[in-house]
């Protein structure tokens, strides 16, 4: 069973007055975890707060929220807008920009320091990389473009998340950094499930009753958790 009650919140333009007081705390805690701690200072702002010009109203968030707590958060912006990959990293990827409405680059996942390295249950972390293939199903996107750090590439082979390099790795700041693109399909988002011991959709999507999207099942015929392969 799971080891925390955190609900996942799929948070865009469309609801996010009710999330209205999470936004300060998320960006304070991008600051604290992104400048401070892992020292990314190309992010750093004076006024406390990391925010850079992808956080637009086109931006999609999962926020992890425990009781009333942010603990967790990742970010999901269309690749039909300017992306990480298009502005700053474009050399990452030899096949030119990616621009396909049915695929979204992620960026920003983050746990905070005390719920990390769970490894009793779900982690938190773990919980997010489910939501957003979850919600990847149910909006229709085919995959995930990604720049991230390879030593993601282990964990994502780990869990049954595929991805496909989009070129070479580059040095920088001291960090081996690459472009991907993640599949997104039905069949990952079920054995994630299963690997967590989730036999429902995680998602929550409060006040986006509108939105066209496809409403997945339970999944009752999930094998026992003791035969899953959690990491
Ligand atoms: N460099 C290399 N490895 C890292 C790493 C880093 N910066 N951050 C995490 N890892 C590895 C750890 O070594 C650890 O490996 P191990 O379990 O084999 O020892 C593993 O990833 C687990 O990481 P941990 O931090 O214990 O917890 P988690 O799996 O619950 O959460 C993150 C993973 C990435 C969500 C969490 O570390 C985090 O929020 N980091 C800060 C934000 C960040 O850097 N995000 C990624 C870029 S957007």
């Known amino acids: ?3 925390t009650h955190a609900e996942i919140h799929v948070v865009r333009k469309d609801n996010r007055h009710l999330y209205e007081n ?4 998320y960006f304070r805690l ?11 200072m190309a992010l750093d702002r004076p006024d406390g707060r990391e925010i850079d010009q992808f956080d637009t109203d086109e931006a999609v968030y999962l926020f992890a929220i425990e009781a009333g707590q942010l603990i967790g958060a990742m970010r999901a912006v269309p690749t039909l807008s300017p992306t990480l990959m ?21 960026s920003r996942v983050f746990v905070i320091p005390e719920r990390r390295g769970e490894h009793a249950g779900p982690r938190v972390e773990m919980l997010l990389l489910t939501a957003i293939m979850e ?14 750090e390879s030593w993601w590439l282990p964990r994502f082979e780990r869990i049954g998340w595929k991805a496909h390099p989009l070129g070479l790795p580059h040095q920088m700041d001291g960090m081996s950094v690459l472009a991907v693109l993640v599949d997104c399909d039905e069949a990952t988002w079920k054995s994630l499930c299963g ?26 015929l999930l094998p026992p958790p003791a035969a899953q392969h959690a990491r």
């Open 86 to 106: 298009s502005d700053i990293f474009p050399y990452l990827n030899l096949r030119g920009p990616v621009r396909r409405p049915d695929i979204y680059e992620l």
């Open 135 to 148: 919600y990847g199903v149910s909006i229709g996107l085919t995959a995930f473009s990604i720049v991230l």
């Open 1 to 3: 069973m799971p080891n």
């Open 30 to 40: 991008r600051y604290e975890i992104y400048v401070k701690q892992r020292k990314w």
């Open 22 to 25: 999470y936004f300060d705390p």
């Open 195 to 220: 690997q967590i011991g989730m036999s429902v959709p995680v998602l929550t999507w409060r006040g986006l009753g509108d939105i066209n999207r496809r409403a997945l099942p339970a999944l009752s």
